[in-house]
């Protein structure tokens, strides 16, 4: 609570101070405001004597100027000193203006106005002017006698003289004006700067208030909240001063300590501490320094309603200016929950711990069962496993006992406090595991042991009886294995020889399969290289009759226009030579024709379709009968089927064979030809051509489909010889066959086969 | 009748006199340029190198050889066909060739005719003079080309 103290103390000082600084600019203002009005009553005292003086200088001239006229006149009754006096009586005014002075009317301060004191300066002139032509006249009075007249120029220097001081008034009214004015302007500024500082002040002031007020609701809230934590929390605070009196205590302070608000205020704080611990806490809070203001412990108290609780303490030390310190406040808490919590955090941690002892025991030990060759192993590596786990493990001993065979990690002790467990192998007993301490220790759940630990002795035998069971079933399987394995070894063996043999005869299989492979490749290669010559003649074919046309068709007309421009000159003879260099010309044009064609039939791609074989037949007779209009040929056409080929080469195919058949029958009055179908193999169609021609001679069967092979001279029927091998060839390229049969003088007949499945290609 | 420009383009010099004299019997020759390859008949469309002088204006009718030395028939063709100028010009393919290929492909760069010399001289006059009546005289060629009447 010092804070909110702090702030509250601090706000009524800046309060007077601004009261101060307020209260001393308005005295200081005032005292400006004094001051003026004293230069003004000042000046007032200073301007009346000077109006006075100037009045007195010209009064007291004209009584000497009318006294010395009088007495020059011949008045007797006046004494000439007293004009004299009188003139005096002027100037002295004139130069107290100028100087300064005092007489009974007043005090004379010498005016600063340069204007005025140049006049003031002319008319002490004009006085000592007039008092000089005074004086000359009375001496010249004196010698002539008085009684005598003034002269002109006397008055007219009187005259002057007044003149001189009438200016002199004027001048001095208007420099007393002057000053004035200049005296009303400083106190209107005077009030000016007062107005002005008057209203910064205030908003200063109203600022100020404002902040203030603000400041105060600020604390008040400050005060609320700390007030509502304090009463509201459940941990205890207490405050008290340096001789352990009570100055504050929370609602939960009040509750803790059992009492009211008014018993504990005023009590003294360490009489709330047990008694046991009032001397250390007491000592504790004494020693509290500036440098360590604060300190804590905890202790257990034993509450009014007999509970043992545990309390935790924070004494701090509040300190004055010097470090002496004037109070303390003290905050408790009951930590008894997170006490227990802990003791059961602890209880927790120990109980895993031991479970983890246990686990670790149980896994090593399944461990050993599995990975052990023999029971004697397992034995004597679960005996080492077991102390260790047990409460005392220096103390404790195991040992394992199976028929007449023991298992221990060291001599065996009888001692009075041991537990065991006994091994059943197939439900009979057959020894046992025991556990052995070799000293006394503290009673523990069951006798010596606790009962988890009798519980894990039970486990371990179950483990070890299952693990012997298990390594006595393997033992006898493997004596059958064994036995089992020799039958199989020899059946093995016969195998063994069986799949020699059968891999021999395998390899002779795969030398076989692998020249035929080898052939077979060879056969591909040779194939393609077939392919590529059978190209490259082709192509060869094409040029060579080509590039040997040109020169034909030059021979053939140049041969021409030979016979033209010679057919009046030249004799028979010479006629019928150039006649057969032109029949020969037109052969071998006929020649290359066919050698183009047929070379054509080998290269261009086959681009078959479904066609109408009856249709093409027809279209084909009537192109052959066309040219031979003058022939008498029955035909005899069978119906045929559709048929997938290439229509361009299959006309030529029908348009060779039918334009033989055509030929080679011009000798017969009655031609006949008859197309049809003949029965081939399966999947084939078989077309043939039959004639009752000149026919041909078996023998030369071979020779028919050959290029350029002819049985007929050119002279019995025209022919170049390519016709019927370009016929196989084209059935060849569509997959069929060609074949042909006659007898001299009987007619032939050819066939050619196309196969029916439509190829897809 | 009337008779306009005929370019003949042949290499082989004994063809160039075959097919000179079978316009000659038709008294067609003197309306026949020669070209001797496929530059030169380029050159001759063009009006470049030597043939700078020659009077504005377009053949009214191409008879083009396929197989010549340097630039070929096909090319000169497609050149033919790919110029703004030029490219209306009939243009007939006059060859010993009768292979398939050169014909699809002389039609496909869109050639007006394709003639097989004939071997036989008088079926080559029948052939001349048949397309030189029709192109020559029947046929009416496109817009810009050279008439000359005789």
Known sequence: ?????????????????????????????????????????????????????????????????????????????????????????????????????????????????????????????????????AEERWAAAHQSGIGSDIDQRFDAVFEDFLDQADDMETALQGATVRVSRRIRI???????????????????????????????????????????????????ICRFLTGGDITYANEACCKYF?????????????????????????????????????????????????????????????????????????????????????AERERLLQATMNRTKKLQCTYSMSESVCTRETLEEVFEEVVALIPPVWYYPEITRARIRLDKEEYVSEPFEDTPWKQSADLVVHGEPRGSVEVYLLDECPERDEGPFLTEERALLEGIARILSKATEHHEAKEELEKHSEHVENLVRE???????????SEKLNSAMVNVMEDLRASNVKLEDAGRELLASNKELDAFVYSVSHDLRAPLRHIAGFVDLLKESTADSLDSTGQRHLNIISESTERMGYLIDDLLAFSRGGREELHKTDLDLQELIKEVVREVVEQAKDRDIAWDIEALCEVHADRAMLRQVLFNLIDNAVKYTRERKQARIEIG??????????????????????????????????????????????????????????????WAEGKVGEGATFYFSLPCEVEEE | ME????????????????????????????????????????????????????????????????????????????????????????????????????????????????????????????????????????????????????
């Open chain 1, 677 to 738: 179908r003949a029965p081939g193999e399966e999947n084939e169609l078989v077309v043939f051509v039959r004639d009752n021609g000149v026919g041909f001679d078996m023998q030369y069967i071979d020779k028919l489909f050959g290029v350029f092979q002819r049985l007929h001279s050119a002279e019995e029927f025209e022919g170049t010889g390519v016709g019927l091998a370009n016929v196989r060839r084209i059935i060849h390229r569509h997959s069929g066959r060609t």
């Open chain 1, 491 to 501: 059946h093995t063996i016969q195998l063994d020889t069986q799949i020699a043999e």
């Open chain 2, 3 to 150: 008779l306009r420009r005929i370019l003949l383009v042949e290499d082989n010099t004994h063809d160039v006199e075959l097919t000179l004299t079978a316009f000659k019997r038709h008294n067609l020759a003197n309306e026949v340029m020669l070209a001797r390859d496929g530059e030169e008949a380029l050159d001759l469309l063009h009006r470049r190198g030597k043939f700078e002088a020659l009077p504005n204006g377009n053949p009214e009718l191409i008879l083009l050889d396929l197989k010549m030395p340097k630039v070929d028939g096909l090319e000169v063709l497609q050149q033919i066909r790919a110029d703004e100028k030029l490219k209306l010009i009939p243009v007939i393919i006059l060859t010993t060739s009768r292979e398939e290929q050169d014909i699809i492909r002389s039609y496909e760069l869109g050639v007006n005719a394709y003639v097989v010399k004939p071997v036989d001289f008088k079926q080559f006059v029948e052939a001349v003079r048949e397309i030189g009546l029709f192109w020559a005289v029947l046929n009416e060629p496109p817009p810009g080309s050279q008439k000359r009447s005789k």
């Open chain 1, 186 to 236: 400083v106190q209107s500024l005077v009030i000016a700067l007062f107005l002005g500082l008057s209203i910064i002040i205030g908003i200063v002031f109203r600022r100020y208030e404002r902040r203030q007020a603000l400041d105060t609701v600020a604390l008040h809230e400050s005060e609320e909240r700390y007030r509502t934590v304090a009463e509201e929390t459940p941990v205890l």
């Open chain 1, 1 to 133: 609570m010092t804070a909110p103290h702090k702030v509250s103390a601090q706000s009524p000082l800046a309060r007077r101070g601004l009261i101060l600084l307020v209260v001393g600019l308005g005295l200081l203002v005032a005292g400006f405001m004094v001051y003026s009005l004293y230069v003004g009553s000042l000046m007032t005292k200073r301007y009346t004597p000077l109006a006075d003086a100037a009045v007195e200088i010209k009064f007291e001239a004209t009584i000497g100027h009318l006294w010395f006229e009088e007495i020059i006149s011949g008045d007797k009754s006046k004494d000439i000193a007293t004009v004299w006096e009188h003139l005096d009586q002027s100037a002295w005014y004139a130069r107290a203006m100028l100087e300064g002075g005092d007489n009974p009317e007043g005090v004379f301060v010498p005016h600063r106005d340069p204007a005025l004191r140049r006049e003031i300066e002319d008319v002490q002139a004009k006085i000592s002017d007039f008092r000089a032509i």
């Open chain 1, 258 to 342: 059992t009492k009211t608000y008014d018993e504990l205020v005023g009590s003294s704080f360490f009489s709330l501490i047990p008694e046991a611990d009032r001397e250390t806490v007491m000592a504790d809070i004494f020693a509290l320094t500036v440098d360590s203001p604060n300190r804590s412990y905890e202790h257990q108290v034993i509450a009014p309603n007999g509970e043992i609780r545990w309390q935790h303490w924070i004494n701090r030390a509040q300190f004055d200016a010097q470090g002496r310190p004037v109070a303390y406040q003290s905050i408790g808490e009951d930590i008894t929950k997170r006490r227990q919590g802990e």
